[in-house]
Nanobody, 125 residues
Framework: QLQLVESGGGLVQPGGSLRLSCAAS????????IGWFRQAPGKEREGVSC????????NYADSVKGRFTISRDNAKNTVYLQMNSLKPEDTAIYYC??????????????????WGQGTQVTVSS
């Protein structure tokens, strides 16, 4: 069964850091673009970042540029999202998702084929 599992969420103070992980089981990630999305209460799901299958092409939402870094380790079948300088407005459930073809922050969530269950990130003092 194809499955993505996120981990690494939690409660952090403003200005702090977290690293989210997205691990795959039942398939290898090295053929897939991986995207990170987030959804805050009462808001639509939004794209945060994506990385192409080999890791040399990345894309970020304007709201996280310079603060978040996406990376992947295909040997570990895992993609990471390093989040620094966190703000209260980053509070959301974070999801990873997989699709083929190209990485672009403009790609809709509906164009991703596989999803994880999400991990909660709360930024609060």
């Amino acid at each position: 069964q194809l499955q993505l599992v996120e981990s690494g969420g939690g409660l952090v103070q403003p200005g702090g850091s977290l690293r989210l992980s997205c691990a795959a089981s039942g398939f290898t990630l090295d053929s897939y673009v991986i995207g990170w999305f987030r959804q805050a209460p009462g808001k639509e799901r939004e794209g945060v970042s994506c990385i192409n299958s080999r890791g040399f092409s990345t894309n970020y939402a304007d709201s996280v540029k310079g603060r978040f870094t996406i990376s992947r380790d295909n040997a570990k079948n895992t993609v990471y999202l390093q989040m620094n300088s966190l703000k209260p407005e980053d509070t959301a459930i974070y999801y990873c998702a997989a699709r083929r073809y190209f990485c672009s922050i403009a790609v809709s969530a509906t164009d991703y084929d596989y999803w994880g269950q999400g991990t909660q990130v709360t930024v609060s003092s």
